[in-house]
């Protein structure tokens, strides 16, 4: 039974900076991709990033790209989303999932490529 658990997301102004964790349990993750996507209310699941868990190659979106940085440690078997320079709009409730090492960005991007998710763990970003 695959279990992916968040944990890190709060309250911070904007400027300030958060790191999530996402810990992943029951199964070896060497052979897949951990991504992060995130949900703002009224609007549709986006795309943060991804990191390959053995290549360590990592994608990013656009949105968060020079802000936002994907790591892992292999033997935690857990992956952290850094947020600097958190703005309003980066508010939205943050998921890990897992999925298939990935080649590009576009595949990656895509939520119905990723088979298990989190529960998910807010981040309000205050003006």
């Known amino acids: 039974q695959v279990q992916l658990v968040e944990s890190g997301g709060g309250l911070v102004q904007a400027g300030g900076s958060l790191r999530l964790s996402c810990a992943a349990s029951?199964?070896?993750?060497?052979?897949?991709?951990m991504g992060w996507f995130r949900q703002a209310p009224g609007k549709e699941r986006e795309f943060v990033g991804n990191i390959n868990w053995s290549s360590g190659i990592i994608y990013y979106a656009n949105s968060v790209k020079g802000r936002f940085t994907i790591s892992r440690d292999n033997a935690k078997n857990t992956v952290y989303l850094q947020m600097n320079m958190l703005q309003p709009e980066d508010t939205a409730a943050y998921y890990c999932?897992?999925?298939?090492?990935?080649?590009?960005?576009?595949?990656?991007?895509?939520?119905?490529?990723?088979?298990?998710w989190g529960q998910g763990t807010q981040v309000t970003v205050s003006s």
């Open positions: 029951g199964r070896t993750f060497s052979s897949y991709s």
């Open positions: 999932a897992r999925g298939p090492p990935f080649y590009n960005t576009q595949v990656a991007s895509r939520s119905s490529n990723y088979d298990y």
